[in-house]
Structures are given as structure tokens and as C-alpha cells.
């Protein structure tokens, strides 16, 4: 049962994600960023030894252009201030407090880690891949253009765009 209740959440989460990258490759882009973001808050609270530690140390360094990048373009895209004080990992205090300590005992962390660091390797492709990705190569933006610009009606009126999806109608709007 517990099998099939995982595998029923994988396909889940595998819908979520494919409805979010239909929606506009921005959307799934950001998913990208926050789902990269947790596994680094769980991997940051469970790297206890000091080749753990150094595990991550390496892994931040070798990403920390794209890590950069996702704090940035977040700025960027949700008009916010950055603070002063803020920290300048991806991984805020409040995303490690969030992450419930695994007991060694109980759970094989060190297997789950790896897993991860598979995961965030796996996010860190995508994400490279979609920074490449331009409104000018969205087929979907140019229909949606082309039809406000040729339709006599909503040439002329405001119109509304229904999108399930803050990041979708963001990035219309800009």
C-alpha cells in the first residue's frame, strides 16, 4: 500500500509539473527553482559529517552561477527588494526550519542524499536548459500576439487573460 500511495504522489507531481511547463516554460522554469530550493534546504540539514558538508560545499561552488541566477531572476520577476542583511545562499532560515530531521537509525539518510544530489543534478540540466529559453521562441506568446494583433476587437479593447498560474500571467504581462 505505502508502494503504491509513492507512486500515485510521483504521478501526481509529474502531472503538476508538465500542467505547470504547458502553461508557459517561465511557470515551470520557477517550479524548477523552488522544488531545487527544498532539496537543498534537506540536504543542508541532514549533511552532518564533514564529508557531507564538503559534498555540498563542492556542489554550491560548481552551481553557483545558476543559484545566483534564480535569486536574481525571482527579484526580477516578483519586483521585490533584496535586503541587506539577506542571506546570500538560495536556502533561507525558514526553509531549513521547515525540514524535519531524519533520524540515522531509522531512515538510510546517507542513501536519500544521494538520491538528491541526483535529483538537484537532474533540476540543475533543466534549468541550464531553460535559461536559454526566450519569449521570441514561445509559440504560444506569438499565437496570442498575432490574434490580438489581426482580431479588430481586441485590437482595440483591453482584454483579460485567465491563467492558472501567477508566473504565466507575470510573464505576458512583462
Same mark, same amino acid.
Given at each position: ?81 533584496? /535586503?541587506?542583511?539577506?542571506? @546570500? !545562499?538560495?536556502?533561507? #532560515? &525558514?526553509? +531549513? %526550519?521547515?525540514? /524535519?530531521?531524519?533520524?540515522? @537509525? !531509522?531512515?538510510?539518510? #546517507? &542513501?536519500? +542524499? %544521494? ?14 536548459? +531553460? ?15 498575432? +490574434? ?27
Amino acid at each position: 500500500m505505502a508502494e503504491n500511495q509513492q507512486k500515485a504522489l510521483v504521478a501526481l507531481i509529474r502531472t503538476q509539473f508538465l500542467k505547470r511547463f504547458e502553461s508557459s516554460a517561465l511557470a515551470f522554469e520557477l517550479s524548477c527553482d523552488r522544488l531545487l530550493g527544498k532539496l537543498l534546504a534537506w540536504v543542508t540539514k541532514h549533511s552532518d559529517s564533514p564529508a557531507e558538508k564538503r559534498r555540498l560545499e563542492i556542489w554550491k561552488e560548481k552551481h553557483g552561477d545558476l543559484i545566483g541566477f534564480i535569486r536574481q531572476q525571482q527579484l526580477d520577476l516578483w519586483g521585490e527588494e533584496e /535586503d541587506e542583511d539577506a542571506d @546570500e !545562499d538560495v536556502v533561507s #532560515e &525558514e526553509m +531549513l %526550519a521547515s525540514v /524535519d530531521q531524519l533520524s540515522r @537509525e !531509522d531512515f538510510k539518510v #546517507e &542513501e536519500i +542524499l %544521494a538520491d538528491s544530489y541526483e535529483d538537484m543534478n537532474q533540476l540543475v540540466d533543466f534549468l541550464v536548459e +531553460l535559461r536559454k529559453f526566450e519569449p521570441a521562441h514561445d509559440d504560444k506568446l506569438k499565437a496570442l500576439i498575432r +490574434l490580438l494583433e489581426k482580431d479588430p476587437v481586441l485590437k482595440k479593447h483591453k482584454v483579460l487573460v485567465f491563467s492558472e498560474y501567477a508566473e504565466t500571467a507575470r510573464y505576458l504581462k512583462k
